[in-house]
């Protein structure tokens, strides 16, 4: 299982890395699939998976308490996501993307800081 989160923790330092030099890769994609059902039940799935990973695995890391509240905070998300239906999460899409311009290599910063900080924390 810390594997597991290990290539998460990679999955997402790649993406905010991508983010950070060229942002329109990542945000183009999510433009062109946000309408897209797949979209909306992979952002649910991978934010439970990673939430119960978490939780289940926090004991094991160099920060037990921080791991469980992220494990916690991912699972609320995927239930606010999924309580919030297709039609939201595209609002939500929408609304994301029009300040990605502005604060997208942020976003893409604090990604990069997340998937190392998962990294270390079970390394």
Known sequence: MISLIIIF?????????IILISPEIILDY????????????????VRLILGIVLISQA??????????ILGW???????V??????????RLMAWALSIA??????????ATAFGLFLIHAFV
């Open 30 to 45: 999510i433009k062109n699939n946000q309408d897209k059902p797949w979209l909306h039940i992979l952002a649910v799935t």
């Open 73 to 79: 905070l991912s699972i609320v998300a995927a239930v």
């Open 81 to 90: 996501l999924t309580v919030v239906g297709r039609k939201g999460f595209h």
């Open 101 to 110: 311009k502005s604060y997208g290599r942020v976003g893409g910063l604090i």
């Open 59 to 68: 004991a094991q890391s160099k920060y037990p308490l921080i791991i469980e």
């Open 9 to 17: 923790g990679a999955l997402i330092l790649i993406a905010g890395l």
